[in-house]
């Protein structure tokens, strides 16, 4: 029997005050897993909490930033001590700096790349000796259109997200054997406060251009929601993945598969 129910499992979801990590968490909760999140602003936990009330979720919240190793260590071992271990672990905090290459500071590349590659590495280190000392576990890294694609303005974002498609299959490589499966999600282009500068309506009230842009490229024709995301994320959290590893499922519209919408009339 197929199962998608995480009744009984603790899920942490990074950077879950809002966005794509609260719309994943919520989902993870729905099939019954218990809820911790972290972000670093305390205003933005205070909202989050409230809201994940707001929907019934007894979410535990923490304030940690992913990429200091000594503050989670910290958290892991709070939620360790308040909730269990943690059996899933999704790497969803990440920053974009949407910058030309040759106008970026050294420190503000390695800033995108510490948050959105180093700090998936230390949460997943944090994590992989408990799962293995409780026989198992889960990872899912929220990767990025980037992970496969370049374009102007995201060099270190998306170096780092194509770096977080090669943890994902090295910590599937080397901790496979104990049961953990590591996978990502790439999500396409999603509504969200990090695309809403892409979003944002023009001085004449006309949409943004990028948003033509994109829709002409997915063949949903639309941009996503942050809840598309959630049952692709329930299914890699489940027993129901339990023979998939090193995947990044791609929850983008089907924008990958498709060259653009061609010129009206061809
Ligand atoms: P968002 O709306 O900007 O939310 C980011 C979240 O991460 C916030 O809760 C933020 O809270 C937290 N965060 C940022 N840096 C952190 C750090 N160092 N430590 C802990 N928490 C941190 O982003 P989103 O659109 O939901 O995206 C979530 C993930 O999906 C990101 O990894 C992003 O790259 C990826 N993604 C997004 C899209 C999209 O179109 N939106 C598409 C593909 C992939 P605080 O600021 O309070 O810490
Ligand atoms: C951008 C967007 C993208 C999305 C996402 C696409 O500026 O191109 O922010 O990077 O966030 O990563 O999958």
Redesign the pocket.
């Given at each position: 029997m197929v199962s998608f129910d995480l009744t009984g499992k603790t899920a942490l979801v990074?950077?879950?005050?809002?966005?794509?990590?609260?719309a994943i968490a919520e989902g993870l909760a729905g099939a019954g897993a218990k809820i911790a999140f972290?972000?670093?602003?305390q205003k933005?936990?205070d909202a989050a909490l409230a809201a994940y009330a707001a929907k019934g979720i007894d979410a535990h919240g923490y304030i940690?930033?992913?990429?200091g190793e000594e503050q989670v260590a910290s958290l892991i071992a709070q939620i360790e001590e308040e909730l269990g271990g943690v059996d899933i672990l999704v790497n969803?905090?990440?920053?974009?700096k949407r910058v030309p290459m040759t106008d970026m500071t050294a420190a503000e590349f390695c800033q995108v790349v510490d948050?959105?590659l180093t700090?998936p590495f230390i949460c997943a280190k944090a994590v992989i000796p408990g799962m293995i000392a409780r026989g198992g576990g889960k990872i899912i890294n929220?990767?990025?259109?980037t992970s496969e694609l370049g374009r102007e303005t995201v060099s270190a974002?998306a170096a780092a997200?194509g770096g977080l498609k090669m943890l994902t299959r090295n910590i599937a490589a080397e901790y496979g054997k104990y049961n953990i499966q590591c996978n990502g999600i790439?999500?396409?282009?999603?509504?969200?406060?990090?695309?809403a500068p892409l979003r944002e309506r023009q001085p004449d009230g006309s949409m943004h251009p990028f948003d033509e842009f994109i829709r002409a490229r997915t063949p949903a024709d639309r941009w996503?929601e942050?809840e598309d995301l959630a049952g692709p994320a329930v299914f890699l959290a489940s027993p129901a993945s339990d023979f998939v590893n090193g995947h990044i499922l791609y929850v983008d519209g089907g924008l990958l598969a498709y060259i653009g919408r061609q010129p009206a009339g061809e």
């Open positions: 990074t950077g879950a005050a809002y966005g794509i990590g609260f972290n972000c670093r602003s933005n936990l940690a930033d992913v990429t969803n905090a990440g920053i974009i948050i959105d700090g929220i990767c990025s259109m974002y997200k790439g999500p396409g282009y999603i509504a969200t406060p990090q695309t996503g942050a």
